[in-house]
Nanobody
Framework: VQLQASGGGLAQTGGSLRLSCLASGLTLGSYAVAWFRQAPGKERVGLSWISSTASTTYFTNSVKGRATVSRDNAKNMVYLQINSLNSEDAAVYYC?????????????????????WGQGTLVTVSS
């Protein structure tokens, strides 16, 4: 089982990035997926969450209104686009998956509750 996050790199302040998360070895449609990021010296922070069917999405306040999350279960892919980038967006971005068989509500921002993690993709923002 592997999640592979990609799409990071150098972006300009005010620009946009689209990150991708490709799953292999599992049927991503059976998982909710979240995006987290971690800046140097800081804790891992939940950014966005998308349900297995894409019927529900959540965003943390820091990206709400300038980020979109989507998925293509046929391709085993989840995407995160962030617009209007600023210096605080510079971090390593991770995708994580949690099985829908784990019923009940949970705090989607709690990184400890996810079953699988991608390796991270680095986003650098230059002014």
């Amino acid at each position: 089982v592997q999640l592979q996050a990609s799409g990071g790199g150098l972006a300009q302040t005010g620009g946009s990035l689209r990150l991708s998360c490709l799953a292999s070895g599992l049927t991503l449609g059976s998982y909710a997926v979240a995006w987290f990021r971690q800046a140097p010296g800081k804790e891992r922070v939940g950014l966005s969450w998308i349900s297995s069917t894409a019927s529900t999405t959540y965003f943390t306040n820091s990206v709400k209104g300038r980020a979109t999350v989507s998925r293509d279960n046929a391709k085993n892919m989840v995407y995160l686009q962030i617009n209007s980038l600023n210096s605080e967006d510079a971090a390593v971005y991770y995708c994580a998956a949690r099985s829908v068989t784990k019923s009940g509500g949970y705090d989607w921002t709690n990184w400890r509750l996810y079953d699988y993690w991608g390796q991270g993709t680095l986003v650098t923002v230059s002014s």
